[in-house]
């Protein structure tokens, strides 16, 4: 440290940095309810729990539930309405939970929040996600990731 004309440090850049990606695709604004069964590890089944979807990806998205699910839940389906090319549609996926943000108190009609990750995806469904994910990815109010 060197005090003359006045404190300074002399600080070391780093010569290399590393990068690594949280996610490997884009995820866009998506704000639609969903109604989601879930199954837990001992085999039981939770069904008709309410949420909404806060985004989407091809891999994934972050979901808002009336109910917490707690770590014994394993794996959910879900069905969210959905309209591609002016036309209205169903998807249906399967999903596993990756992570649990937690309790946001500030949205009280679905205050629990998870990662999900989308698992099991037919042909069918991937091209219906593809589809939307590529009109989200047009709309600049809903491509922010």
């Given at each position: 440290m060197h005090e003359t004309p006045y404190r300074y440090l002399h600080l070391d850049y780093p010569e290399q940095l590393q990068f690594k990606p949280l996610r490997s695709?884009?995820?866009?604004?998506?704000e639609s309810p969903l109604t989601l069964n879930a199954e837990t590890s001992l085999g039981m089944r939770l069904e008709n729990i309410i949420g909404r979807f806060s985004?989407?990806?091809?891999?994934?998205?972050?979901?808002?539930?009336?109910q917490k699910l707690g770590e014994v839940v394993k794996r959910l389906t879900f069905a969210t309405d959905i309209t591609i090319g002016g036309v209205a549609q169903t998807l249906e996926l399967a999903a596993e939970i990756k992570r649990d943000f937690g309790r946001?108190?500030?949205?009280?009609d679905h205050p629990h929040n998870y990662g999900i990750a989308f698992v099991?995806?037919?042909?069918?469904?991937q091209m219906?996600?593809?589809?939307?994910?590529y009109e989200l990815s047009n709309d600049p109010a809903t491509n922010f990731f």
């Open positions: 695709e884009a995820r866009f604004r998506f985004d989407i990806s091809l891999n994934g998205a972050c979901i808002a539930t009336d946001d108190d500030e949205q009280p099991d995806i037919t042909p069918e469904q219906r996600l593809m589809a939307l994910c």
